[in-house]
């Protein structure tokens, strides 16, 4: 089984950063790629950032130029810094990490972590 555990959510000021981390525990399979989702109330979920074999990185649209997405391979952990936060930037922040064996590929959440941008 898969853990998937998300931290540093937190509240912060207009212009603010910060640093979220996922870890996952994948002992007997090898995680492809993971991935950031938000979704604030009323609203869907939605893409974020991804990153594939620590290599290929995706982001949505309205994060380019402020989120950045890292991967430490050796720690099976995902990194979102946050910088230049706003308003809109409020909601509950996804881990998602993608695992493939013998080809077959499987997707697990994380509970979400918080993160709140207000003056």
């Known amino acids: 089984q898969v853990q998937v555990v998300e931290s540093g959510g937190g509240v912060v000021q207009p212009g603010g950063s910060l640093r979220l981390s996922c870890a996952a525990s994948?002992?007997?399979?090898?995680?492809?790629?993971m991935g950031w989702y938000r979704q604030a109330p009323g609203k869907q979920r939605e893409l974020v950032a991804t990153i594939v074999g620590g290599v290929s990185t995706d982001y949505s649209d309205s994060v380019k130029g402020r989120f950045t997405i890292s991967r430490d391979n050796a720690k099976n952990t995902v990194y979102l810094q946050m910088n230049s936060l706003k308003p809109e930037d409020t909601a509950v922040y996804y881990c998602?990490?993608?695992?493939?064996?013998?080809?077959?590929?499987?997707?697990?959440w994380g509970q979400g972590t918080q993160v709140t941008v207000s003056s």
């Open positions: 994948a002992l007997i399979v090898s995680i492809n790629a």
């Open positions: 998602k990490v993608q695992t493939v064996v013998l080809g077959l590929k499987s997707d697990y």
